[in-house]
């Protein structure tokens, strides 16, 4: 490790600049807070808010090289996320080294009784950009590499009532107790994670490059099911704890006719209904977790997940 140039040269990527796209975002503004706590190598950042539907890719491209971006992090979301091939194109044109492509989640293809596999159209704009990402010239040319980081369901969206009912702000809504919705198994394990824990790991990476080179890393701060999750919230909340259980029935007459769903679910949720319950759907039959050798916490053990009862003891104690 050696000292260049107002930078730090960890292995083979000198990290002075780092350009972070989507930092508005959930993820973005858990990254962004991340990299601004970091000291050690002190980190320069910038924050785009440029409006990719209508930036030419070489006016982007000279705004990396004149800002000297040395790595280039998508957190896009949304139909955005289309454009995020056109941030990679304009980082490689600028001589940018790394590239973070938006993962940050956990895709799923979801198998229900007497159905064809099923991906949700969020899912299946989130995987091509995941493969026009790592397999882009430049990453074959090897004048870039990357890291991809996968996490999971996280339980400090607190732009999420329904997935995150602790979080509803509206206490006429939450004065008798909680509603945590899932479908089939409420015992079966999952993975979750939080904003904040995502953006520490996604420093580490960025601070051990060696490590995280052209790798596909694996990420969780628990593992455990909903009905834990109930019996947790409950003793910290000190209020009573429903788990109601959706019927995969109504889960296909929903994913069919997304009108369908029950009005209050659109409300809390910025995610289209038929997306929630395919996570649902996923989590409640029990696949919703990385195996052994799909997680990578052992390399960067700096990281400290905060555990789901941590986190509500916490998030009560206020």
Known sequence: MSEKAGGKTFGTLSIRTIALFGANGQVGKAALEALMRCKDPPIH??????DLNIVACNNLATILADGKADV???ALGGQIINEQGLVQDAAAQAGVKRFYPSEFGMHQVVWLPDEPAYVHPIWDVKLRCFEEAIRHPAIKSGSMNYTVIGCSDSYDAAK?????????IDTNLTHNGYTIHCV???????????????GNFLVATLRRPE?????CLGFRSDQLSFAEVGDVLQKYS???VRLEVILVDQVKDILKNPSSAPVEWC??????TDFFLTIRCAQGQGVF??????????LFPEVQPVTVAEYFKKLFAK
């Open 45 to 50: 950042i910038l924050a785009f808010r440029v």
């Open 72 to 74: 280039v992090i998508s």
């Open 160 to 168: 999420e009532p329904l997935f995150c009912p602790w979080l509803e």
């Open 184 to 198: 089939g198994d409420p015992e079966a394990k999952m993975d979750y994670s939080t904003f904040n824990d995502t």
């Open 211 to 215: 490590l995280s080179e052209n790798r």
């Open 238 to 240: 000190g209020r009573p």
């Open 267 to 272: 409300r809390k949720s910025t995610f289209p």
């Open 289 to 298: 977790w990385r195996p052994p050798g799909f997680l990578h916490h052992h």
